[in-house]
């Protein structure tokens, strides 16, 4: 007779109390998943993030509290999950996943890791670690209302990586308000700006720099101390942008300078943020006034909406946008807020001049009003109760790993609405490695078409071995017969190649690259194929790769979700049908790794699969898609994860 301690099985439980885990990641999932493991039984936890508490996380984060504002993740989560289960032996760590002391000796310590990480460069690196180690992982992700979770193990299923994914668009709180590098970096922060001034104001949506960014200093006393300079007791005690606003009654030209020249130059304060990157340039209207800025014309033709103006004609814009949406405000009485609409005139001009200001005093190209309407869309916000569910799930899937049934393991979706089977969660069976990934094969290996003559070698180190390889130190070395040693993960060993072409080392059409991460135990093969004809501000292209747009949808195809989990990341779509909206999906991230990198470029596979439902049996298409659409329209896009 099987005996049970409470709903399992005694030999079960045992295991548990022995198993030693990791969790990765200690935000919205990590949380949940962290009060499930205590609570379930599991004894032996160890906890890595690198990120600090910020009030934003309090209204869904829930081990958390005002108190801790600025303490590291991991160690209030640790100390908070205690008091579930005291006799628990939980280790904390306040660290990057991807520090090279977490290498595949430290993995080898676990029975097994869990996820709950909200970018794809520490999911690449833990996917690569797991299977160094040869580790069971479980991948989870969330969106909005939808979520997922599945199981990678080597040689059995899928990793991470075997299906490629579009550029990712989902982006760390501090990357918005402190490290803007793409101007949707700038539309977001101009987004959530309206709303702090004009709007329902919301502590995810803060605009001013992030004191407490882990980046900008690796000192966790240093971190704390920041975060709770205008706090005491952990009350915490800020002036809102909207009551400075009101205070200073909408002044525009004051609105101007507190934005966009003074945070900027306490932005410049926080000198470890620009060791590595190019810093901010404030900007000052009594300068620019004087300056001769006014006679900027716009330096495109054409209809107004595709016009880019110069910097003072932004000036004037916002300005102008300014004066309008406070007019409008007033109308409304005391209490009122604006809704911000991309078809409402005032506000998409608001939204253009801030974004495009912000654009420039971080070096980057302006856009036409077009281009930051055709950006702005929805932005999905974390839900608690969906971070819950996954959690929940997480722990399903680990408890059937640790009974070694793990053939049983599933890919879930959870999502928003019933399928036609009238479902919220959907499992789907496991799929198997894919042959040609470039990761899990025996033998990895890529074909990558660049010019070799305008290729230097930082950009084969940083874009394609590290953003789109996802490798931490790379250590390249060219298959010439000499072994000649193009990168060395050493420092200064050959950093005078960096400024070096790829032709000047003999590099040509149909040459071999072997490139080598040994804390990520791996190996890849490069096959380069020079070409010349590559489109503008394009460097590089992955040949094998899917074209940006999907073929149509065949009739009679089952309609389904994509969700890559992270943010939102993963090489799974999910089979629910939900009805279609008509706005962009934008999701933004108040949770990430610092130091992870956000800008992973690849694209999906457009390759048709079909899959079993678990439960039914029946089968219905899935396939991975690569147009972002809309928050409800998950039938035909990839959807990035929140937390």
């Not at 989560?77 to 660290?95: G, M, R």
């Not at 590098?181 to 004009?198: D, G």
């Not at 980057?364 to 929940?392: C, E, H, L, Q, Y």
Request: proline share 5%; aromatic share 6%; hydrophobic share 35%.
């Amino acid at each position: 007779m099987v005996q049970l301690v409470g709903s399992l099985r005694k030999e079960l439980v045992d295991s548990l109390a022995k198993a030693k885990v990791l969790v990765v990641g200690a935000g919205g999932i990590g949380c949940e998943l962290l009060k499930n493991l205590v609570l379930t039984g599991f004894q032996n936890i160890e906890v890595i993030d690198l990120d600090t508490i910020d009030v934003s996380n309090l209204n869904r984060q829930f081990l958390f509290q005002k108190k801790h504002v600025g303490k590291s993740k991991a160690q209030v989560a640790k100390e908070s999950a205690l008091q579930f289960c005291p006799s628990a032996n939980i280790t904390s760590y306040h660290d990057s996943i991807m520090n090279p002391d977490y290498n595949v000796e430290f993995f080898n310590n676990f029975i097994l890791v869990m996820n709950a990480l909200d970018n794809r460069a520490a999911r690449n690196h833990v996917n690569r670690m797991c299977l160094a180690a040869d580790i069971p992982l479980i991948e989870s992700g969330t969106a909005g209302y939808l979520g997922q979770v599945t199981v990678i193990k080597k040689g059995m299923t899928e990793c991470y990586e075997c299906q490629p994914k579009p550029a990712q668009k989902t982006f760390p709180g501090c990357t918005i308000r402190n490290t803007p590098s793409e101007p949707i970096h700038c539309i977001v922060w101009a987004k959530y700006l309206f709303n702090q001034l004009f709007g329902e104001e919301d502590a995810d949506q803060d605009v001013s720099p992030d004191t407490a960014d882990p980046e900008a200093s690796w000192n966790p006393e240093e971190t704390a101390a920041r975060a709770t300079a205008a706090e005491k007791d952990g009350d915490v005690k800020r002036v809102s942008t909207k009551q400075w606003a009101r205070s200073n009654k909408y002044d525009s030209v004051k609105l101007f300078n507190k934005l966009f020249k003074d945070d900027i130059m306490y932005l410049l304060t926080m000198d470890k943020l620009w060791k590595k990157r190019k810093a901010p340039t404030p900007l000052d209207w009594q300068k620019l006034e004087k300056t001769g800025c006014p006679k900027e014309e716009s330096s495109s033709s054409g209809l107004k909406d595709q016009q880019v103006l110069g910097v003072w004609g932004y000036c004037k814009l916002f300005q102008e946008s300014v004066e309008t949406l406070h007019s409008l405000l007033d109308e409304k009485g005391d209490g009122a807020e604006l809704v911000w609409d991309k078809d409402d005139p005032p506000a998409m001009d608001f939204v253009t001049a801030a974004a495009n200001l912000r654009m420039y005093i971080f070096s980057m190209n302006m856009k036409s009003r077009f281009d930051v309407k055709s950006m702005a869309g929805n932005i999905i916000p974390a839900i608690a109760t969906t971070n819950a569910v996954i959690a929940g799930l997480i722990v399903l899937e680990g408890l059937k790993i640790l009974a070694g049934e793990l053939e049983s393991c599933r890919t879930i979706f959870l999502n928003k609405c019933p399928n036609l089977r009238k479902k919220l969660l959907v499992p789907c069976i496991l799929d198997p490695p894919g042959p040609n990934c470039y990761v899990c094969a025996s033998k990895p290996e890529a074909t990558v078409k660049l010019n070799v003559h305008k290729t230097m070698v930082l950009s084969l180190q940083d874009k394609i071995l590290k953003e789109r390889f996802g490798m931490v130190a790379p250590d390249v070395q060219i298959e010439d017969g000499k072994g000649t040693i193009l990168i060395s993960s050493e420092e200064g060993e050959t950093e005078a190649n960096n400024s070096k072409f790829l032709s000047d080392f003999g590099i040509r059409n149909g040459s071999r690259l072997q490139a080598d991460d040994f804390l990520q135990d791996y190996t890849l093969l490069i096959n380069v194929l020079h070409t010349e004809d590559l489109e503008r501000d394009v460097e590089f292209e992955v040949v094998g790769e899917a074209p940006d747009k999907p073929p149509p949808p065949q009739n009679n195809q089952e309609e389904v979700n994509s969700i890559t989990n992270g943010n939102k990341d993963s090489a799974q779509p999910s089979t629910s049908k939900v009805p279609a909206d008509d706005d962009d999906i934008m999701v933004v991230d108040s949770d990430d790794e610092a130091e992870a990198s956000s800008s992973s470029a690849a694209v999906t596979s457009s390759t048709k699969r079909k899959h079993s439902d678990a439960e039914t049996g029946e089968t219905s298409t899935k396939r991975p898609r690569t147009h972002q659409s809309s928050a409800a329209a998950a039938t035909d896009d990839d959807i990035i994860a929140l937390d």
